[in-house]
Nanobody, 122 residues
Framework: QVQLVESGGGLVQAGDSLRLSCTPS????????MAWFRQAPGKEREFVAA???????YYSDSVRGRFTISRDSIWNTMYLQMNSLKPEDAALYLC????????????????WGQGAQVPVSS
């Protein structure tokens, strides 16, 4: 069974940094894109960042310059380094793998994790 497991979430203060990890099990995604999305209570799921098999990365305007997406080619793990966190960054962060669409910002991915909560206090 293929699973994506997020870790590294937790309560932080505005201005703090946090690193999320997404570890797949059951298969590797070395040659396909992976992405981070987030969802705040009462809001739609929002694209955060994506990284292709070639390691080209993409970011939403709201996080560009503060967040960095990366992936470990050996351990098949994806990361999201989040710096200068703001209260509006508070959400459930979900990792996704293997998009069904060429538009990586779309939520059409075949695999999703359960998410990691990131509350941000002001």
């Amino acid at each position: 069974q293929v699973q994506l497991v997020e870790s590294g979430g937790g309560l932080v203060q505005a201005g703090d940094s946090l690193r999320l990890s997404c570890t797949p099990s059951g298969r590797t995604f070395a040659t396909t894109a992976m992405a981070w999305f987030r969802q705040a209570p009462g809001k739609e799921r929002e694209f955060v960042a994506a990284i292709g098999g070639s390691r080209v990365s993409y970011y939403s305007d709201s996080v560009r310059g503060r967040f960095t997406i990366s992936r470990d080619s050996i351990w098949n793990t994806m990361y999201l380094q989040m710096n200068s966190l703001k209260p509006e960054d508070a959400a459930l962060y979900l990792c996704a793998a293997e998009p069904r669409s060429l538009v990586l910002t779309d939520t059409k991915y075949n695999y999703w994790g359960q998410g990691a909560q990131v509350p941000v206090s002001s």
